[in-house]
């Protein structure tokens, strides 16, 4: 029942990111050029996600267990810490310049071509590679 909910879940994300434009890389470069030909159409997205995950946040602090069983998760840290400013701006910078983030490159990936599937590896690779950059960078402190 689980991966049948996830797999649901995760159907309607794809569904939402192509439907709103998030899979559409120059879209989502007009978004982020508000020095140049802004495009400001993805503020509505971004609205509706911020909104519904500030109410799920809310409920989830009152309950104990997950809907479907299990504990929920502890919320995260609101601490603004050096790794954490650095991981978003490289992950900005990587937006920025693709046009795509983690979700739509998997959702694009069956028409994105080959340049989708060029992004969507290197991703992968990068995923793979931190913990191991991670662990040397704090050996080297």
């Known amino acids: 029942m689980r991966a049948l909910i996830a797999a649901g879940a995760g159907g309607l994300f794809g569904l939402g990111l192509l439907i709103s434009g998030m899979t559409d890389t120059t879209k989502v470069q007009g978004w982020l050029d508000i020095f ?3 495009d400001p159409t993805l503020a509505f997205v971004l609205g509706g996600a911020i909104i519904p995950m500030a109410i ?4 989830a602090a009152k309950r104990r267990d997950a809907i479907l069983g299990g504990v929920l998760p502890a919320q995260p840290a609101t601490e603004i810490t ?9 992950f900005g910078l990587g937006w920025g310049l693709s046009g795509l983030c983690p979700g739509p490159a998997m959702a694009s990936l069956g028409f994105g071509g080959w340049q989708g599937l060029v992004f969507f590896l290197a991703m992968i690779a990068a995923m793979m590679a931190q913990p191991k950059v991670t662990a040397a960078l704090s050996q080297a402190r």
Do not use: E, F, T
């Open 56 to 59: 799920a946040w809310r409920i």
């Open 82 to 90: 050096p790794r954490l400013a650095v991981g978003s701006g490289l």
């Open 36 to 38: 140049g030909a802004w």
